[in-house]
């Protein structure tokens, strides 16, 4: 089984930065696919970002040159570097590390950007 834990959510005021971190831990073997959604109340969720095993990344339109996604490898860890926060940003943000067809998923922090 595999573990995914993520942190680093919090309140903040726009314009300000989070750097949210994801954890896997368990039954790894290799380099996985990881990324980010988001979901609001009442909304879909997003895809944010995804990062490839060679470390290649893409990013939804809203957040490009404001978010960066990068990756530990040697401690299975991926990060999300959020700059110029904005209140439309407001959700809760899931980790996924993908395996195959399947995705094992975080429990999710919270990130409130309001002034």
């Known amino acids: 089984q595999v573990q995914v834990v993520e942190s680093g959510g919090g309140l903040v005021q726009p314009g300000g930065s989070l750097r949210l971190s994801c954890a896997a831990s368990?039954?790894?073997?290799?380099?996985?696919?990881m990324g980010w959604y988001r979901q609001a109340p009442g909304k879909d969720r997003e895809l944010v970002a995804t990062?490839?095993?060679?470390?290649?990344?893409n990013y939804t339109d809203s957040v490009k040159g404001r978010f960066t996604i990068s990756r530990d490898n040697a401690k299975n860890t991926v990060y999300l570097q959020m700059n110029s926060l904005k209140p439309e940003d407001t959700a809760v943000y899931y980790c996924?590390?993908?395996?195959?067809?399947?995705?094992?998923w975080g429990q999710g922090t919270q990130v409130t950007v309001s002034s």
């Open positions: 996924y590390l993908s395996r195959g067809k399947y995705k094992y």
């Open positions: 990062i490839t095993v060679s470390g290649s990344t």
């Open positions: 368990g039954s790894i073997f290799s380099i996985n696919p």
